[in-house]
């Protein structure tokens, strides 16, 4: 009934505009699957049922932000947003509804009404894109009744022989929980530096095991009672370094935190033993750790920034804080323009000029909240959290590390900007000597082209554009001298061409030219020729090239698509084209001459 289709168009998009206010987008996972089932339930009883043909459902959550956005204002902060992530799921959801909906139905018309086997009903799926809710919903109209399990088994089996997925096995996971449960949690001191006397040693893992030694040249994993390296956490990277003792070296290849509390340290063992129980000197790699807080607190000023930019409706998508560089994915449209880049690192690099005290303070986790601190949707908090602020500028909840004052930064530089799914964007830049050592190598490259040129920086752009004319008018000149020497070399050869039917054919390969010039040269003589069918071909990096002329008046008898394709077949390739003009390429330039050879053949088979 259209009055229930209107009711589920009305409550879903309320629940999409709230969802995409928060951060939430359609996605293939978790709660960002649950919003795009959503959001294709109501765009299915829109278009299908109540029979929009236009692009509705933004227009619907358009008008929950003005009705609601009064009392709930991140819903005018995100309204452009959101309308251009619902308009291009509505968009990409139409497309398969329009590819799959016939399938379905002519799936159904085999059946003569009965229920389809799940595993037809899982291709449909796996294939086509066809969402199973959807074939669900439509089913059980029918009186059919849906079971989750039978399409489940038969999508697995369809899937099996493309789908091998590796997870943690159990016994790792239960090695790291029995090691948790017997110690104490582990003490982070790396906020107040980098090194650490007398550590203990807690517990060594070896093979899933714990072991009570690690011996020279050995691999294994290391928990100490307290440690200054950080933990992969927030987008952070773990910390290396090495654990010693007075003749004992440890070398330590990565930090993790598999589970609350516990900081587990890979390590090789790269002089004498180390043994549970001793006491230890834990030596973070302090410039890779200084490395990594420039790019972490460059990261804040850059969301920061990008929300000034770009609106308030930009938000945290994932990142990547590494010694360097840093990425950065968040919420938005459209790709970033120029200017729009240079005014973020502008911001950036004016922070980092300022030079204000990065503070960092311990608090409950509702007082940061109420102060504006920014806080990442989803991401489980303690009840006591670290808020991170560049006052004036940025404010988040951040366990990281970070510098003392922007200034240690140095510098910020953007250096790429690209999408990664619908409504996501990820920037990569650098920092610091990372950002200084592109600056020297731009500058030296600038520096070489500039005595190249003879001239300032200034003109360079200009003598550019210069040399790029010069270029095309010096190419355009030797093209067409190939194609001049090209014809006069097949010139001769045309009293060689055949007549079938009347029509006349000529096939030949030529030499030195472009698929431009190929085209030309075929169209030169199908002119000296008239009712004629030219053939021309040429290797081109070991592959071949063919081009097949009909003439105008030969095409309602003659398709150039249709003899380039038999010929296409011969030298492996294939191609095709319009009646008069066709294109197409093959892997094996040694058949180049039996597919000429053959032209005069399938032109006579198709006149018959």
């Not at 379905?104 to 009965?114: I, K, S, V, Y």
């Not at 582990?186 to 906020?191: D, I, P, Q």
């Not at 919420?331 to 000029?353: F, G, K, M, P, S």
Request: proline share 3%.
């Amino acid at each position: 009934p259209e009055g229930m289709s209107m009711r589920v168009v009305a409550d879903h998009a309320r629940a999409t505009a709230f969802s995409i206010a928060d951060g939430i987008l359609p996605g293939n996972a978790g709660r960002g699957y649950v919003l795009r089932k959503i959001m294709r339930r109501a765009i299915y009883h829109g278009s299908r049922r109540l029979e929009m043909s236009d692009l509705f459902f933004h227009k619907v959550t358009d008008f929950v932000t003005h009705m609601m956005g009064g009392a709930y204002p991140e819903l005018l902060t995100a309204k452009s947003f959101t309308e251009k992530i619902v308009q291009g799921e509505e968009r990409r959801f139409r497309n398969t509804l329009n590819t799959c909906l016939p399938r379905f139905n002519e799936l159904l018309e085999r059946t003569g009404g009965q229920l389809p086997e799940y595993r037809e009903l899982a291709r449909l799926y796996d294939t086509y894109g066809m969402p199973f809710d959807l074939m669900k919903v439509m089913l059980e109209h029918q009186g059919h009744e849906w079971n989750q399990d039978d399409f489940d088994h038969a999508l697995t089996e369809i899937q099996q022989p493309e789908t091998q997925t590796t997870t943690v096995t159990p016994k790792v996971r239960e090695i790291y929980q029995k090691v948790a449960q017997g110690l104490a949690k582990t003490v982070f001191t790396g906020y107040e530096g980098t090194e650490l006397l007398g550590s203990k040693v807690l517990a060594l893992l070896k093979n899933e095991q714990e072991v009570p030694v690690l011996l020279e040249g050995e691999e294994g994993e290391l928990v100490l009672d307290r440690t200054p390296f950080y933990a992969e956490s927030g987008g952070q990277v773990g910390d290396t370094g090495t654990v010693e003792k007075e003749g004992i070296v440890v070398r330590v290849a990565d930090t993790f935190s598999p589970v609350s509390g516990l900081y587990i340290h890979k390590v090789k063992v790269e002089q004498g033993s180390i043994n549970v129980g001793d006491e230890v000197a834990a030596l973070v790699a302090a410039e890779r750790r200084r490395r990594i807080m420039l790019n972490h607190t460059a990261t804040h000023l850059m969301h920061a920034a990008l929300k000034e930019v770009l609106g308030p409706h930009i938000k945290q998508a994932g990142s990547l804080v590494a010694p360097d560089r840093l990425r950065f994915d968040f919420t938005h449209y459209a790709a970033l323009t120029d200017e729009e880049i240079n005014e973020i690192e502008r911001l950036v690099n004016d922070q980092i000029q300022r030079n204000p005290e990065v503070t960092k303070q311990e608090m409950a986790l509702e007082e940061a909240l109420s102060t504006g601190a920014v806080a990442l949707f989803g991401e489980k908090y303690s009840a006591q959290v670290r808020v991170v602020a560049v006052p004036g500028f940025s404010l988040e909840l951040c366990g990281g590390t970070h510098v003392a004052a922007t200034g240690d930064i140095g510098l910020f530089k953007i250096i790429s900007d690209s999408s990664i799914s619908a409504g996501i964007r990820r920037i990569e830049a650098i920092t610091g000597p990372v950002a200084f050592e592109r600056y020297q190598q731009a500058t030296e490259l600038l520096d070489q082209i500039s005595l190249s040129f003879k001239t300032g920086w200034q003109d360079i752009p200009s003598q550019i554009e210069k040399l790029q004319a010069s270029l095309k008018t010096a190419n355009s000149q030797v093209e067409a001298l190939k194609l001049k020497l090209a014809s006069q070399a097949v010139a001769s050869s045309l009293t060689q061409s055949r007549e079938v039917a009347g029509v006349k054919i000529f096939s030949q390969q030529v030499e030195e030219l472009d698929r431009g010039g190929m085209r030309q040269l075929a169209d030169n003589l199908s002119q000296q020729l008239g009712s004629s069918v030219v053939v021309l071909g040429m290797k081109e990096d070991g592959k071949a090239a063919l081009i097949v002329r009909v003439s105008n008046d030969l095409t309602k008898k003659l398709s150039a698509g249709k003899i380039v394709k038999e010929l296409a077949a011969i030298v492996g390739g294939g191609g095709g084209g319009r009646p008069d003009m066709a294109e197409a390429g093959g892997r094996d330039a040694t058949k180049l001459t039996d597919a000429l050879d053959a032209t005069y053949e399938t032109v006579a088979s198709m006149l018959q």
